[in-house]
């Protein structure tokens, strides 16, 4: 079946940077686009970043455009999600997410604060 489990978050200072990883098992992870979301406190899930499977198109949101970068390697079955210059509203959960049937892990927290 199909497994994505997150690992990488924790307690960062502003400005701060964090890797998270996602390995992803159960399927043939070259052939699916992948994604990160997150969720804050009293706030509605929303998309971060997301790559395509064959040609590696990324696209993010404003909010993290030009600090978080995703990135994967097929051989391993994981995605990353670079994430520079951090700030306190960029705490949450991060989860993975494969588009192509919605499955989700269960998430990393990430928290910035001094």
């Known amino acids: 079946q199909v497994q994505l489990v997150e690992s990488g978050g924790g307690l960062v200072q502003p400005g701060g940077s964090l890797r998270l990883s996602c390995a992803a098992s159960?399927?043939?992870?070259?052939?699916?686009?992948m994604s990160w979301y997150r969720q804050a406190p009293g706030k509605e899930r929303e998309l971060v970043a997301t790559m395509t499977a064959s040609r590696g198109i990324t696209h993010y949101s404003d909010s993290v455009q030009d600090r978080f970068t995703i990135s994967r390697d097929n051989a391993k079955n994981t995605v990353y999600l670079q994430m520079n210059g951090l700030k306190p509203d960029d705490t949450a959960v991060y989860y993975c997410?494969?588009?192509?049937?919605?499955?989700w892990g269960l998430g990393t927290q990430v928290t910035v604060s001094s």
């Open positions: 997410h494969r588009p192509v049937g919605h499955y």
């Open positions: 159960g399927f043939t992870f070259s052939s699916y686009a």
